[in-house]
């Protein structure tokens, strides 16, 4: 006879089971009905009975503080295949009255797109990854679940000269890149990656699917930078692409502080968001060993949309600390960029970009700032010596300026830009799965957050919503004061235009998530 306990955790294994194999039909049906006769839905439909659930599920986590056996998961996984399923799992959802969360590529800092403390189903965009490049018209319809590797290459098929400034890490899915605002290494010429989109496709929470002209222009402006899976599902975006040069010219170059580095620190606050437009220069801060002595290693990665002699020009004039040589440069293809950039060998084939490494994650934790007066030499060096202290976490500087300053705080969610001189992402990861390693990781991470508090935004501190941040703010009943924590610090005063967005359109807040845009109430 079965120990009374043993008994109990089966019998409610039993019951969870049967519940959830009830949800399962009663959704496949209701998708059923809402779809074409001739359509096999249940090969879209993974219960966690599937043999294929655990490998959809596991494809697109990009943070492995999320991929333990104890991350709740969802009782359905939706993978539709085409526009009107998506609409037609819209409404179903709602019907069998479980959340859904939307994940187009999973690089979600926190997760918020494929977990939750509620039960939830996950609507995986990953099949809608079609992309159309018009050359004639300089544009190109891209699906939410490509990634920026598959639209870099296609528009490489059709042009060498033809870009698109999104970001820098070929796996992120579109959807949540758009969506969010989305940078990369051509912000100072082009914009935030949100400038260069002028029609969308989404399905609404009553599954109507709607281009821009449909939608309305407020819920057009919210879903460029203020986080579409507040206000719907984004099937699509049209991006305007950009003109490159047949020629562009990168460069890394490493100090430390034995060769002067806080100096070139403190120049290149000033230098790098107000040199030519052209030219981009990320710069790494890191603790590093060297010579058995724990220092720290300042790294600029750059790309100038030009050739090699005109950057060593401009940078002979602009940033002499740095004695950038032309032997320190190599010039390649925009395309060529996109690679060198992701640290693949000149002669590695674009169609790599095409690899969507799924499966694979770090453990990592993320926050970010902006810097809007540069910080003093002896701020500098003060700061080093607390990373010091650290001993790991490290610092991105990524440079704003240029056509960031000219366009307007509220042409988008995303405000933050003229007046910025950069902004900053925190950065830490490990291996080791264990919890004690996640605390004091985050910990760590915290604490340089903490030493930085003088010399960021202030009132609010600023930050930048697609650098997922849970410390910023939970919202876990839908209510306006909640969604206000974190949404004066993501959106500045934008956050009253989204709100207002999201009440016209969503007033019931079903596409709700832990950082979402609330509804205002009225009672």
Known sequence: MLPLVLFLVLFNISLSTAASDSVYESFLQCLTNQSKPSDDLSKIVLAK???????????????????????????????????????????CSKKVGFQLKIRSGGHDYEGLSYISDRPFFILDMFNLRSISVDMKEETAWVGAGATLGELFYSISLKSKVHGFPGGVCPTVGVGGHVSGGGYGNMIRKYGLTVDNVVDAKIVDVKGRI?????????????????????????????????????????????????????????RWQTVAPTTDPNLFMRMLVQPSRRNNELTIKITIVAMYLGNADSLVKLLQKDLPELGLKKENCTEMTWIQSVLWWNNFENATSPDVLLNRDPDNADFLKRKSDYVQKPISKDGLEWLWKRMIELGRPGLVFNPYGGR?????????????????????????????????????????????????????????????FPYRDIDN??????????????????FNDNFERLVDVKTAVDPENYFWNEQSIPPRRTT
């Open 473 to 490: 703010g939970i919202n876990k009943n839908g209510s306006y004061e909640e969604g206000k924590v974190y949404g004066v610090k993501y």
């Open 210 to 266: 709607l281009d821009r002209k449909g939608m309305g222009e407020d819920l057009f402006w919210a879903i460029r930078g203020g986080g579409g899976a507040s206000f719907g599902v984004v099937l699509s975006y049209k991006v305007k692409l950009v003109p490159v040069p047949e020629t562009v010219t990168v460069f890394r170059a490493e100090r430390f502080l034995a060769e002067k580095a806080t100096d070139l620190v403190f």
């Open 404 to 464: 960031m300053a000219e366009i307007k705080d509220t042409d988008t969610p995303m405000p933050h830009r003229a007046g910025n001189l950069f902004k900053i992402q925190y950065s830490t990861s490990w291996t080791n799965s264990s919890e004690e390693v996640a605390k004091n990781s985050i910990n760590m991470l915290n604490r340089l957050h903490s030493y930085m508090t003088g010399f960021v935004s202030k009132n609010p501190r600023s930050a930048f």
């Open 49 to 91: 009975s599937n043999s294929s659930y655990t490998s959809v599920l596991r494809a697109y986590i990009r943070n492995a503080r999320f991929n333990s056996s104890s991350t709740p998961k969802p009782i359905i996984i939706i993978t539709p295949e085409q526009e009107s399923h998506v609409s037609a799992a819209v409404i």
